[in-house]
């Protein structure tokens, strides 16, 4: 018997292993976070409806009822439109990222190939629920589901998902949803049409080299200009009119056949971090329809940006409503304890952390630690304790909703975590922290762990774990010579000594190199500039 | 909505189960397109490996993974130092230390996996279509001339509209009744228009002209006689239905299967038979609308049996091949004749009969089975016997040899793996000179 499993003990083995030496962390406590009402209270006689069967009338009533809650509880969605599909239609959406419309390229059939091959096999379930912020919000129900399941789809991504949506900040600041439909329609049209002008070959081309550095093709502090696919129609009618009227065979040929000036110095200039806005901008040898690729993957990944940063927030955010909002329904006994039972054997799938020694570890799950999180801000709201008073003095004992909102609207991963975490949630999910130092490689080191001491250092570690930088290795274009052979030098700003993967450099910079036309450089420095490797193509 | 308090709010439920399927069809045949040779290979190497039977099912294939993968810049995990949150500690207290996971791989790989690129076999399913259409890329009909013969054609007349003339059997009541009427209405219009012309004037006339009103009068009378004896029908009413003729390529195809079965064909060459009629069929089935099979063994007596007989039912007896081309022929004269059928014959044997069987058979199949049948392909299984005197050509291949035919081909197929490429062989895109 392992002794550290003492919680999970009949009550009188526990008694019995007392005299067990003390472990220096408070054992867990494993009571609900937020109490269940007493059986019977404020329940009413007829639930909305029994059984797993579900029909449209059925969901519109669910829908009116959820709503009712939700105003409640003051989540302000974008308007919902539920769409029924099959799971053949799931498929095709999880394939284009949620997108209804999206252009088409090969990388989204390897998808629903893979997708479809691994579905059909058993071997994996489908996505419940698949949203992105739009305006209307479009929330999918699969009809395989049960009625329960559906509810709780509604519930997650119509409610949840749609009111993080509206008023997270970062959604809020860079993305507009009720232009991006309009934006991928243009972008599919405008790409197809280029496939017919410069046929497919040419387009595949460039789109794979752009979607290999999409995650560089953010502003990840200046605020984007609106997306606006009459404006993008616009500006493109206006220069083809201006190209057919001043065209000149002669400039042409001289533009083509330009003497590359090897004495030009390289050009100064700030470091740019969005290097496919560099290379729509500044490539010398793009045609403009290709800019204009260039152009539309930079945007759609930029449109895709905040949904990088708030995995833990969203997800966890949805669930905490969901979950909310369907115990809101049973304690106005709309529901009844079957359908219960059905939807929270669903969620708990949901939000289960394996820990990290499990066969089925597939790193930190953000619904759960999202969850947690959220859940947290209620719990300690309106139960807190001594140790939730010391910890959040501004928190403890206030309205909860309130709290829960300022936490959804203001806040991405990493500062939500370093904002809310609490020493209960770390104790919860039994968080430690480990180093894996450069010195050392035969061994990972225990830094901090969740008692007294830790509690600081774990929160503050994992925050950092969701830095975009952590995962995403930053890039910087930081020099060029227009008029000179025309390289350009790309730096990565290397941190703790963790260098590139040199294969997958080499790789990257090839796609550069394919854009670009000319010789392109990849350095390695670190804090005080020494440079520590170079890749090139 | 039901008994809410009106809800002014926007929301629909939308059905979109009956939306046409394949929305992402374009982005699956990107797909295929961009990595063609690696599933064709894929393809190839799978129908090698399963049973015959199932060739034309759509299926599963792996390609290598190597190639598509979407590649991305991440950081190389035996460099630098770096810090980490892990759930489920139940054993460690700070300042212990945790041996690292052989492989690099494991315990530490906090937030990685599952966003890499396996370099494992990519998996996925083919629909049977998109299986067929890579398994018969480049093979074309087997009509070797196919610029000069083209597709099978007959005559079929179509309806073409309507004539002014044509056999009685062919009149278009309706339409003549239609022409009948309107002829009918022209005329009385015109009639109409003349008579009130001349009442007019009779009503402006002085009753002292008395010679004038006597020629209107019978003017009169005259055209009110003619326009109660318009004819009902006319000869010029009749409109019959046309019919044109036009050439159709045929669609509907026979297949005719001729396999020995003397004691000389064992199991395996039987197998051999039957995974070559097999892709006959499917690639049949694909070019036509409806294929027929009819199944002829023999032995030193032919006859036309079911499927299963033809496969499994063991017989044995001396061989002559000649009775089983005559019975083909039979058969196609008596039930294939007509022109909109494709006749292709298969035959398959190890080749042992009698010399003058064989030249007898090299002799009919010129005369009278060649120029009925679209094409007929031999393939020729000898037995296994590697070497000696027994490995000399057989009778039936030599004599078969001589004739040149550009609608018949034969080739030798000694083992499974060989089948694929003979049919491949025999059926392929020929250059055809100008």
Redesign the interface.
């Given at each position: 018997m392992n002794p550290w499993d003492l919680a999970m003990l009949p009550a009188p083995a526990r008694l019995l292993a007392r005299s067990a030496p003390e472990r220096p962390w408070p054992r867990l406590v494993s009571r609900p976070a937020v109490p269940m009402p007493a059986p019977g209270v404020l329940r009413a006689a007829t639930p909305i409806a029994v059984g797993t069967e579900w029909t449209v009338p059925l969901l519109e009533r669910f829908d009116v009822a959820l709503a009712a809650h939700a105003r409640w509880l003051q989540l302000d969605t974008y308007p919902i439109q539920y769409e029924v599909i099959t799971a053949a239609q799931m498929i095709d959406l999880c394939s284009t990222i949620g997108m209804p419309v999206h252009y088409p390229h090969w990388s989204f059939g390897k998808h629903l190939l893979g997708q479809e091959h691994t579905y059909k096999k058993g071997m994996s379930g489908l996505a419940y629920e698949i949203v992105i912020n739009t305006s209307p919000s479009l929330v999918y129900l699969m009809e395989t589901n049960t009625l329960p399941l559906q509810v709780l789809v509604m519930a997650h991504a119509a409610y949840g998902h749609n009111a993080f949506f509206k008023s997270n900040y970062l959604f809020r600041q860079f993305t507009q949803a009720d232009g991006i439909l309009d934006y991928l329609t243009f972008a599919r049209n405008f790409i197809l049409e280029c496939e017919q002008q410069h046929g497919w070959r040419e387009v595949e081309r460039v789109l794979d080299c752009c979607h290999a550095l999409a995650p560089y093709g953010v502003d990840r502090y200046k605020k984007p200009a609106r997306l606006s696919a009459s404006r993008e129609r616009e500006r493109l009618a206006e220069r083809l009119r201006f190209a057919q009227h001043h065209y000149n065979p002669d400039v042409a040929y001289l533009y083509e056949n330009a003497e590359v000036k090897p004495e030009a110095s390289a050009e100064a200039f700030d470091p740019q971090e969005n290097l496919l806005y560099f290379i729509e901008k500044r490539a010398p040898k793009l045609a403009p329809w290709q800019r204009e690729l260039v152009r539309i993957v930079r945007k759609i990944s930029q449109y895709f940006y905040p949904q990088r940063l708030t995995k833990v927030a969203n997800e966890g955010a949805a669930t905490f409503w969901h979950y909310t909002l369907l115990h809101e329904l049973y304690d106005h006994g709309q529901v009844d304890d079957g359908f219960m039972l059905e939807w929270l054997s669903n969620h708990s799938d949901v939000v289960t952390q394996p820990s990290f020694d499990a066969e089925h570890y597939r790193g930190m799950n953000p619904y759960a630690l999202g969850f947690s999180i959220y859940r947290d801000i209620r719990r300690i709201c309106e139960h807190p304790t001594d140790e939730d008073r010391e910890w959040f003095p501004r928190l403890a004992a206030t309205d909860w909703v309130e709290a829960v909102h300022f936490a959804m609207s203001n806040f991405k991963d990493e500062s939500l975590i370093e904002q809310y975490l609490s020493p209960k949630v770390m104790r919860d999910l039994r968080l430690f922290a480990l180093t894996d130092d450069e010195s050392d490689r035969s061994k990972y080191s225990v830094r901090a762990i969740h008692n007294e001491h830790g509690y600081a250092q774990v929160r503050q570690m994992l925050a950092a774990q969701y830095r975009p930088e952590v995962h995403t290795p930053p890039l910087a274009v930081t020099r060029f010579s227009a008029d000179g052979d025309r390289a350009l030098l790309l730096q990565h700003r290397v941190e703790r000594g963790r260098l590139l993967d040199a294969d997958a450099a080499t790789e990257i910079l090839g796609y550069v190199k394919e854009l670009w036309h000319f010789d392109v450089v990849l350095e390695e420095v670190d804090a005080s500039d020494n440079r520590l490797k170079i890749h090139r193509t | 909505?039901?008994d809410?308090p009106a809800?002014s709010?926007?929301?629909?439920?939308?059905?979109?189960?009956a939306?046409p399927?394949g929305?992402?069809a374009?982005?699956?045949?990107?797909?295929?397109?961009?990595?063609k040779d690696e599933i064709k290979r894929a393809v190839d190497d799978e129908i090698g490996k399963r049973g015959i039977a199932d060739v034309g099912k759509g299926s599963?294939v792996s390609i290598p993974g190597r190639g598509?993968k979407?590649?991305?810049?991440?950081?190389?995990?035996?460099?630098?130092?770096?810090?980490?949150?892990?759930?489920?500690?139940?054993?460690?207290?700070?300042?212990?230390?945790?041996?690292?996971p052989d492989g690099g791989e494991g315990?530490?790989?906090?937030?990685?996996?599952?966003?890499g690129e396996s370099r494992d076999d990519?998996?996925?399913?083919l629909s049977r279509d998109e299986f067929l259409q890579l398994f018969f890329d480049d093979l074309e009909l087997p009509n070797l001339e196919r610029t000069r013969i083209g597709d099978v054609t007959y005559i079929h007349t179509r309806r073409a509209g309507y004539s002014k003339d044509g056999v009685l059997a062919n009149l278009s009541p309706v339409l003549t009744m239609r022409m009948s009427i309107a002829r009918r209405i022209a005329l009385r219009g015109g009639i109409a228009r003349q008579l009130a012309e001349l009442e007019r004037e009779l009503a402006g006339l002085e009753p002292t002209e008395t010679e004038r009103r006597l020629a209107l009068e019978d003017e009169i009378a005259q055209l009110r006689a003619r326009r109660g004896q318009l004819p009902f029908l006319e000869e010029i009413d009749r409109r019959f239905r046309a019919r044109q003729p036009v050439a159709v390529p045929a669609t509907r195809a026979v297949m005719l299967c001729l396999m020995d079965v003397s004691g000389s064909m064992d199991e395996r060459k039987k197998d051999l038979a039957k995974r070559f009629f097999a892709l006959l069929y499917l690639f049949l089935e694909r070019k036509y609308s409806a294929v027929e099979v009819v199944f002829i063994r023999h032995t030193e007596t032919a006859q036309e049996v079911d499927e299963k007989t033809f496969f499994h039912d063991p017989q044995s007896g001396g061989t002559l091949v000649m009775p089983a081309l005559q019975l083909a022929q039979k058969v196609i004269e008596t039930r294939f004749a007509g022109p909109d059928l494709n006749v292709y014959v298969a035959q398959a044997s190890d080749g042992d009969c009698g010399e003058d069987d064989a030249q007898r058979c090299a002799g009919y199949l010129r005369s009278e089975l060649l120029p009925r049948v679209r094409y007929f392909a031999y393939i020729d299984i000898p037995s296994s016997h590697p070497s000696g005197w027994f490995n000399r050509p057989s009778d039936l291949w030599q004599c078969y040899e001589t004739v040149a035919d550009s609608g018949f081909a034969i080739r030798k197929v000694h083992d499974r793996r060989d089948i694929w490429p003979v049919f491949r062989e025999l059926f392929a895109r020929k250059e055809t000179s100008a």
């Open positions: - | 909505m039901s809410s809800p709010r926007y929301m629909r439920v939308v059905d979109r189960r939306d399927p929305r992402s374009v982005n699956r045949e990107r797909f295929i397109r961009r990595f599963k598509l979407e590649p991305y810049l991440h950081h190389d995990p035996k460099t630098g130092s770096r810090d980490f949150v892990l759930p489920g500690n139940h054993e460690y207290i700070p300042g212990d230390t945790i041996a690292r315990g530490g790989q906090g937030n990685e996996p599952g966003e990519f998996g996925f399913v």
